[in-house]
Nanobody
Framework: QVQLVESGGGLVQSGGSLRLSCASS????????MGWFRRAPEKEREFVAA????????SYTDSVKGRFTISRDNFENAVYLQMNSLKPEDTGVYYC???????????????????WGQGTQVTVSS
């Protein structure tokens, strides 16, 4: 079935940038809405960003608006999260998620997603 492989996490200083990538092994990547979620230490998993299957519609949690950008390349079967102006509170494990959809919707609840990546650690030092 669909497998999501993430990369790009690491250690960065406050104010720096990271670009996370999520490659999908799915046969019909363009039919999946995609999302990014994160779990900070001792906190619950939270929504970060989502993108519709065409890439035409996106959504962000308020705390990352203007700093993070989600994008996708359906030819490369990949979704990306460009993170700029990183803050220590952005620290956490970031997860890529996919949901099969036959409409051009996006989803912001983890309960909506069927497939998940392994998670990649992002650490922002102060």
């Amino acid at each position: 079935q669909v497998q999501l492989v993430e990369s790009g996490g690491g250690l960065v200083q406050s104010g720096g940038s990271l670009r996370l990538s999520c490659a999908s092994s799915g046969r019909s990547f363009s039919n999946y809405a995609m999302g990014w979620f994160r779990r900070a230490p001792e906190k619950e998993r939270e929504f970060v960003a989502a993108i519709s299957r065409s890439g035409g519609y996106t959504s962000y949690t308020d705390s990352v608006k203007g700093r993070f950008t989600i994008s996708r390349d359906n030819f490369e079967n990949a979704v990306y999260l460009q993170m700029n102006s990183l803050k220590p509170e952005d620290t956490g494990v970031y997860y890529c998620a996919a949901k099969l959809n036959n409409r051009d919707d996006y989803f912001t609840s983890p309960r909506d997603y069927t497939y998940w990546g392994q998670g990649t650690q992002v650490t922002v030092s102060s």
